[in-house]
Nanobody, 122 residues
């Protein structure tokens, strides 16, 4: 059974930083592309970032480019999202997802976590 679990959310002041983690079990982690998504209250879920299975290719939504960094540690089955220069509009539930192809990220992901809440105060 595949399990994807996010952690690291919390309340941070604007301008601050936060580091989200995601662990995946029940799958061969380094065979999967990984992605971060978020959903703000009252809004649709949006894509944040994707990383390929090796961790050497990444892409970002324009809204987070230059502020967020995605990385992975395949030895620990862990995905990371380092978030800097946080803004109140970054407030959202953040989700981790695994997909069989980097080129299908963000449009088609196969396994999803339940999310971790990030709140940025102004």
């Amino acid at each position: 059974q595949v399990q994807v679990v996010e952690s690291g959310g919390g309340l941070v002041q604007a301008g601050g930083s936060l580091r989200l983690s995601c662990t995946a079990s029940g799958l061969t982690f380094d065979n999967f592309a990984m992605g971060w998504f978020r959903q703000a209250p009252g809004k649709e879920r949006e894509w944040v970032s994707c990383i390929n299975f090796r961790g050497d290719t990444t892409k970002y939504a324009d809204s987070v480019k230059g502020r967020f960094t995605i990385s992975r540690d395949n030895a620990k089955n862990t995905l990371i999202l380092q978030m800097n220069s946080l803004k109140p509009e970054d407030t959202a539930m953040y989700y981790c997802a695994a997909g069989v192809s980097y080129y299908r990220c963000p449009s088609a992901m196969d396994y999803w976590g339940k999310g971790t809440l990030v709140t940025i105060s102004s």
